[in-house]
């Protein structure tokens, strides 16, 4: 996973020094994480729902469900990247 606060180039580079086997590695890593914060977008937004239905304060949920939102899309980012240098190292 991309560091916050690190330009994508360095993300990229760091790959680019990869053998194929770490980066499949890399690569299943991801794919484990994003399937968890699947699951933790699900929970929160059933919890965000219950507590709106409820009528009660949901602001701190629903400042947590973007930040899953936000690491989602860069996890996504970064699976997407990896599969491209795997994409780039079969050839």
Request: aromatic share 2%; proline share 1%.
């Amino acid at each position: 996973m991309r560091r916050e606060g690190l330009p994508r180039t360095a993300h990229t580079v760091r790959l680019a020094d990869m053998d194929r086997a770490a980066i499949l590695d890399q690569s299943a890593k991801l794919e484990r994480h994003i399937a968890l914060v699947e699951e933790d977008l699900t929970r929160q937004r059933e919890l965000l729902a219950e507590l709106l239905r409820e009528g009660q304060d949901a602001t701190a949920t629903m400042v947590l469900l973007r930040q899953f939102e936000d690491l989602y899309t860069r996890l996504v980012s970064d699976r997407d990247l990896v599969r491209k240098q795997l994409d780039t190292t079969a050839r």
